[in-house]
């Protein structure tokens, strides 16, 4: 899951040094004191310009061999952005079944750049599987894969946009948004109710929407939040059963406010749940901040921390009560004013 092909690499933070391209005024690239001597005959005429080549007497099988160019490794063949192979083919396979579209959909996601990052398209999604060694992928289902793939990476950036909401512009703002609990989070956000994950529409007009510079795939890394899921599902799995994560992914999100940009690792765990009667799939994402700093602790500390506590304290009551005592004391303060104009 998360597949995403960025076209061009990323460009280096500060210039690479230049070292003196000009060659010595001397030709060969040689001081002009060295002690070879030169086999050319003192006749010999060179044209005016020309840099001399003198032969061996006797070719060598390593001057006459030419040489090998060095190979170029795994790691440098694959864009940094995404870890997946620049040249990844987009055409049939052989022995294909079936044509596949070859058209990329655009995502909402931004890159680091401004522009949208792109999904594969699914022959590109099929040939990916067959180089990474299943054969076995029916030609047919690659469509409803790749729709599936789409929808999960939307799905992440929306939590992530949900995190970005509550905590770009610090931890004192992340608590009043999340005071009261989670229920009411996108009410103090001004966020459609009807579409809190709406990943398009930034509301902060003080601080730049985030961007997802990379990302990265981990499968057989769990984190540890996940492990201690399997922990509890072990000792309790009436309440904590569940199937570990199917996938894991870090993805870099740049996080911009009062005090310049910064990167932030997001963590996020794939889990398949029970299907649909209908027999759709069900998928799960546990998207939050790595605990990189204190600061990424502290967020997912009051995050958790504060819906935990208006629950369990009974905040809607408390509100409602509030309200209640509210309604009462304007009708006694009407009935007052109406008391004393008669």
Sequence with gaps: MGWFWADTAPVAPHPMP????EPPPSCPMHNKSSTTASRLPAS????????????????????????TPPKQGFLSRL????????????TPADHQSQALPLSREPSTIPKGDGSLWEYPSPQQMYNAMLRKGYTDTPADAVESMVSIHNFLNEGAWAEIMGWER???????EGYRVCK???????????????????????????VPPPKLLRFTGRPTDP????????????????????????????????RCGDNGCEEVRYVI??????????????????????????RSAAERTIRWGTDVWW????????????????????????????????
């Excluded at 509550?166 to 004192?172: E, I, K, M, P, Q």
């Excluded at 540890?224 to 870090?250: C, M, N, V």
């Excluded at 765990?269 to 204190?294: I, K, M, Q, S």
């Excluded at 304290?313 to 009560?321: A, L």
Aim: glycine content about 6%.
């Design 223 to 254: 984190t540890p939040k996940s492990q201690i899921l399997q922990w509890l599902g072990w000792a309790w799995p009436a309440k904590y059963e569940t199937a570990p994560p199917f996938d894991r992914h870090d993805w870099y999100v740049e």
């Design 311 to 342: 629950r369990a304290s009974g905040g809607v009551v408390r509100e409602v009560r509030k309200a209640e005592a509210a309604r009462k004391k304007r009708e006694e303060e009407e009935a007052s004013k109406s008391r004393s104009y008669n």
């Design 18 to 21: 230049r070292g003196n391209a």
């Design 180 to 206: 009261r609990g989670e229920e009411n989070a996108n009410e103090m956000l001004g966020v459609d109710a009807e579409d809190p994950f709406d990943t398009t529409t930034w509301t902060a007009a003080d």
């Design 269 to 294: 765990d794939y889990y398949e749940g029970a299907p649909e009667p209908t027999g759709e799939p069900v998928f799960y994402l546990d998207v939050r901040p790595a605990v990189d700093n204190p």
């Design 44 to 67: 010999a005429s060179t044209p005016q310009g020309a840099c001399p080549y003198v032969p061996p007497d006797t070719p060598t099988p390593t001057s006459s061999t030419t040489p």
């Design 79 to 90: 864009n940094p952005l995404n870890n997946m192979p620049f040249d990844l083919s987009n």
């Design 166 to 172: 509550r905590f770009s512009r610090g931890l004192a």
